[in-house]
């Protein structure tokens, strides 16, 4: 099974929006609302910030939501902050018990 | 905030076997699915599969068939995951998470595992 698709990187300035996508196919994102972002600083172990296509878990700021039309999910950022300079996984379910994450984005803020 | 405490890096030549562990508190290691996920430098995040601490269920990605094996201690809350007949490829960071719902909630801190000869 391949990767999900995700652009390789996307910058944005202070303040501004960023939106990050994952295509998928027919069989996994389109198929099922079990998407979920996580993000990675360098050297540290993934954190979640969305689950179930659009759901966030507690701690994790507003700022971050989730969406999903046909087989894309898409990741939006607001108001970035230099914080938010990471790489963006995102991960979908294909049916029979197997998960498959996209190839990440490394978020560069400007 | 749940705590998963993996063993420490392992150096492996091609073709041997590595077992790297994951501790987690009782109540998650008895509620949760555990899974691995395995990173190589500046790649990706690959899953590997996932195991049902209660039953012993496993389940693995087709890649790692006939390769990795997920096994638990339930006196010490502690899983396993042993992938053998290594290659150079294998190099990579080994996390363990535990899963809720086909989500990544808490993740260890990674077990560097290097092939070398």
């Known amino acids: 099974q391949s990767a999900l698709t995700q652009p390789a990187s996307v910058s944005g300035s202070p303040g501004q929006s960023i939106t990050i996508s994952c295509t998928g196919t027919s069989n996994d994102v389109g198929s099922y609302n079990y998407v979920s972002w996580y993000q990675q600083h360098p050297g540290t172990a993934p954190k979640l910030l969305i689950y179930?296509?659009?759901a966030r878990p507690s701690g994790v700021s507003n700022r971050f939501s989730g969406s999903k039309s046909g087989n894309t999910a898409s990741l939006t950022i607001s108001g970035l902050q230099a914080e938010d300079e990471a790489a963006y996984f995102c991960s979908a379910y294909t049916g029979s018990t197997t998960v498959i994450f996209g190839g990440g984005t490394k978020l560069t803020v400007l | 905030q749940v705590q998963l405490v993996q063993s420490g890096a392992e150096v492996k030549k091609p073709g041997a076997s590595v077992k790297v562990s994951c501790k987690a508190p009782r109540f998650t290691f008895t509620s949760h699915a555990i899974n691995w996920v395995r990173q190589a430098t500046g790649q990706g995040l690959e899953w590997m599969g996932w195991m049902n601490p209660n039953t012993g269920d496993t389940g693995y990605a087709q890649k790692f068939q006939g390769r990795v094996t997920m096994t638990r201690d339930t006196s010490i809350s502690t899983a396993f995951m042993e992938l053998s007949s290594l290659r150079y490829e294998d190099t990579a960071v080994y996390y363990c998470t535990t899963e809720t719902n086909l989500y990544f909630d808490f993740w260890g801190p990674g077990t560097l595992v290097t092939v070398s000869s």
């Open positions: 179930d296509v659009s």
